[in-house]
């Protein structure tokens, strides 16, 4: 369906890039990203780049991104068809995980805690790093995670958005072909 | 491409809309996030809540069952399945739960224990249990928002008042993580403590009503009840107080539906067809041993 795009920006994309915007490739996603916020700690293998194929798989017209550190290109930007919209009010934000956060998201409404944002962190690496404990839905009992190019006040940030149940902000991790999800839910503690 | 249509019948803008509303329904558990629920082939009531959540999950490499009141034949579960088969050109369909990753069932949760890598779809007729106390879904959403469910748990009084019990058989409230309950959909009570730390992930979809939601894995599932009136599941025990046993596979440790035979008795089998196919086998097999 968006072959066209592909002819006119980008004639010489390699074949591996094009697989994330077909349907099957991102239905194999799907089923990953899906199991991260099912069970946050656990780590998710794509296979591809993992930031683009997850805004791909998850993104269309149908509702808002920002892209607050201006991470994409604009042929990527162009393809993914997205409305985009200010970081304070959009469903779904990119942003760098290294420096502290510069933007209060969207943590929806009482009514509509689902319109609270989604934060895409791109982070150096997941599972080394700076170690977490995680508690919470999805977790049994707990868990520990390392993450690598995660500033701490993305955690503190994650604390104090989401301290007002129902309402608040998930968080995905991405580094190259891994994912790992933060959702409201979860309680993360830094082990030192 | 069979039949001309997209793989899973819906469009890929439809698949992406249902897997966004997925994700916020397993970050805030139990909430019942808004859906716009495409026109499917078959009429609403059908399962088509449960249907368009397995057609936004599913790929080539699935091995899906579908189950209806615990049986893989009867005619809720066959269309279902001709028409995920008929759509979803190369996925596998079985009847055997250990060989599913994905299940898609109407008014039973499987005996046996889901894996971790299997996927529960439910479909959903009723999706909010506070309809029964409040009709207007701007305010049952702020109720709902504030974990407000002083109503609900004064209707399962006043049962107790009435009945010396809660009278709900099926569609039990069960409150997830401390938060939000839901309307479990119409399972058993026999079923609602599988909601309780399960392995698996539970979806929820309710069609008619536009809602998809969800029940982590190990995540807290607590059917509503008093201190003094703890939740029970149904008895399966006789007048001597015997637990009945299923007169097709001898398990005693199952669902059983009842049946009248022609003399007007009564005879109890297993409701979950492919557990009490395994506990004929497996009981076959011993015998089979002893004999040998």
Known sequence: MNNHLNTTLQPTLPT??????????????????????????VIETLESEALLLTLATLLDGATTFADFDGI??????????????????????????????????SLGTLESPDMGATILLKIQAIGSGHRLKLTGPGVDGACEVAVNGLHPAWITAHQSWN???????????????????LPRTTRIEGIK | MSAGYNFGFLDEHAKKEVRRAILKAISIPGYQVPYSSREMPMGRGFG????????????????????DQGSDDS??????????????????TTTHLSEATLIQSRHRIPETPLKPEQ????????????VVVEPSEDKRKIMHGEADYARLLVKLYEDIVKFDEITISHRYPTRINDHYVIDPSPIPRWDVPKLDNSPALVLFGAGREKKIYAVP?????????????????????????KRRACARCGATDSFL????????????????????DETLQASKMTEAATYA
């Open chain 1, 72 to 105: 994409l290109s604009e042929h990527d930007m162009a393809r993914l068809e997205v409305a985009t919209a200010t970081a304070e009010q959009a469903r779904f934000v990119l942003t760098h995980g290294e420096a502290a956060p510069a933007f209060t998201p």
């Open chain 2, 75 to 92: 005619v809720n579960a066959v269309n279902l399945r001709q028409f995920i088969e008929m759509t979803c050109p190369g996925i596998d």
């Open chain 1, 163 to 181: 301290s007002a149940f129902p309402l608040g902000v998930d968080f995905l991790l991405v580094a190259e072909h891994q994912v790992m999800a």
């Open chain 2, 217 to 241: 894995p190990h995540t807290k599932g607590e059917p509503l009840a008093f201190e003094d009136v703890p939740f029970r599941v149904e008895s399966f025990n006789d007048a001597q107080g």
């Open chain 2, 48 to 67: 088509t809540g449960g249907l368009q959540l397995t057609l936004s999950l599913i790929g080539a490499n699935d091995t899906l069952k579908v189950i």
């Open chain 2, 119 to 130: 996927v529960l779809v439910l479909q959903v007729p009723y999706p909010d249990p506070l």
């Open chain 1, 16 to 41: 591996t890039l094009l697989s994330i915007w077909q349907a099957d490739t991102q239905q194999r996603a799907f089923r990953k990203i899906m199991n991260a916020f099912a069970r946050p700690g």
């Open chain 2, 257 to 276: 539906d009842e049946f009248m035979n022609e003399d007007g008795s009564k005879r109890y089998q297993c409701s979950d067809s492919d557990y009490c």
